[in-house]
């Protein structure tokens, strides 16, 4: 199970950290990830962390303001988001998978959505 929770209301050039904590079996072995899906758009790739930590990959969009880090003893992974903008809007999902692939129907497990709106 995955539990995303941070979201929120915040303008423009503001900051906000999501979190997501996992449980009921073992992620350290599992790659974790974000995806966001605005109104009436298809799910996207946000970023993706490797089991270790060591590995990360970003979309363009998120390259330089976001970053993914992930706490192994406590099961949680985190999307820092800095210079936040109104097309960051969207519900973001947190996701477990095998690989930093950013294909959605590549991961395996899911959460469920934190609205996070950017107002201008």
């Known amino acids: 199970q995955l539990q995303a929770s941070g979201g929120g209301l915040v303008q423009a050039g503001d900051s906000m950290r999501l979190s997501c904590a996992v449980s009921?079996?073992?992620?350290?072995?599992?790659?974790l990830g974000w995806f966001r899906q605005a109104p009436g758009k298809e799910r996207e790739f946000v970023a993706a962390?490797?089991?270790?930590?060591?590995?990360?990959s970003y979309a363009d969009s998120a390259k330089g303001r976001f970053t993914i880090s992930r706490d192994n003893a406590k099961n949680t992974v985190y999307l820092q988001m800095n210079s936040l903008k109104p097309e960051d809007t969207a519900a973001y999902y947190c996701?477990?998978?095998?690989?930093?692939?950013?294909?959605?129907?590549?991961?395996?497990?899911w959460g469920q959505g934190t609205l996070v709106t950017v107002s201008s």
């Open positions: 996701a477990a998978g095998a690989s930093l692939l950013s294909n959605p129907q590549q991961w395996y497990y």
């Open positions: 009921g079996r073992t992620f350290s072995n599992l790659a």
């Open positions: 962390i490797s089991r270790s930590g060591g590995g990360t």
